[in-house]
């Protein structure tokens, strides 16, 4: 196994109304999301094997999304929770590629410890995990073993928290959370609006940030959207930028990048001290160029890249991209 993700696996409505709220808007597109699980689908359509542990409902959208991950060809260990109902997220879409997020939660918050096995997170090179499984108690206590299963194994710890507010209510339990995950990363991948959120008044000084929220990890790439993406290895520092695409929605984008990039370092056995300035530059154009790809369509796993889709994209515009919307 190359990679193993666990938590939330849920069906995003995104509105098809670019600057209609979630109360004008009428027209939706349906599709299998979660960050973890975006994750996942961009490994497996890049060739890795991805499995993929969280809890879904028993009813016809939990189904979906065991359909939509086998489909593209991830290894689901999904448990099907006969008491709560598939979470769903509401996704409203800014005029300028903000978004907005109306959550109806459910059983993603019932990730159980006993989905961890040890046997499964020793199988892995890397382990993947967000902040939002950190949210109730028992999906919690189910991340938190994964990552201490992961450490005692030597396994690598990749990172991507997100903030959202409607998920909680009390701001302060919701950075915390985030916090911590950051905590036990080896691999981060965070947004710029994230990490604002957890490190404010500090403008674009990213190395600041990170000190701040306490990242002592090995590789940390802070996406800055339409600017591309800077990125911290040790000492040093870079930043690339986006490729040129015509955004459609840009959902899932985040996800495609860190599986672009999990799947570049796992090509070279995360030995960053070996990997030279121009090959590290090279790894987060690609990673830039996945997200972009994935920006193009409705629907982050329909929308994730495979390599040749990537590979097409870089040739074309070389290390001169920006993203337009």
């Not at 999904?78 to 005029?95: M, S």
């Not at 019932?110 to 199988?123: C, F, G, K, N």
Request: glycine residues 10%; aromatic residues 6%.
């Amino acid at each position: 196994m190359d990679v193993l993700c666990i938590g939330e696996a849920l069906i995003d409505f995104v509105s098809r109304e670019r600057g209609s709220t979630l109360v004008t808007a009428s027209e939706y597109s349906a599709a299998t999301g979660g960050a973890p699980a975006n994750v996942a689908a961009g490994l497996s359509k890049l060739g890795r094997h991805a499995r993929m542990i969280a809890t879904v409902g028993d009813d016809a959208f939990g189904r979906k999304i065991e359909h939509d991950l086998a489909a593209v060809g991830v290894d689901c260990a999904l448990r099907i929770d006969p008491d709560h109902f598939t979470t769903l997220a509401f996704v409203k879409q800014g005029t300028g590629g903000d978004r907005d997020f109306a959550f109806s939660s459910g059983a993603h918050d019932y990730l159980l410890p006993d989905q961890i096995t040890e046997a499964d997170v020793r199988q892995a090179l890397v382990l993947h995990y967000g902040s939002i499984s950190l949210r109730s108690p028992q999906s919690r206590e189910a991340t938190l073993k994964a990552i201490e299963l992961a450490k005692n194994a030597g396994v690598v710890c990749s990172c991507d928290p997100n903030w959202r507010a409607d998920l909680w209510p009390d701001h302060d339990q919701g950075r915390a959370a985030m916090l911590e995950s950051i905590a036990h990363a080896d691999i981060l991948k965070i947004s710029d609006a994230d990490l604002e959120f957890l490190a404010p008044d500090h403008g674009d000084d990213y190395a600041a940030e990170l000190d701040v929220i306490g990242f002592k990890g090995r590789l940390a790439a802070v996406t800055l959207g339409a600017d591309g993406t800077w990125y911290k290895a040790g000492t040093r520092t870079g930043q690339v930028p986006s490729p040129h695409v015509v955004v459609v929605e840009t959902t899932g984008s985040g996800d495609a990048f860190t599986a672009a990039l999990l799947d570049s370092l796992i090509a070279r056995r995360f030995d960053l001290e070996s990997i030279g300035d121009d090959e590290l530059r090279e790894i987060m154009l690609r990673a830039c160029a996945a997200g972009a790809l994935t920006a193009t369509g409705y629907g982050a796993i329909p929308s994730l890249p495979d390599a040749k889709e990537i590979d097409a994209l870089l040739r074309m515009v070389g290390n001169n991209a920006h993203v337009v919307e």
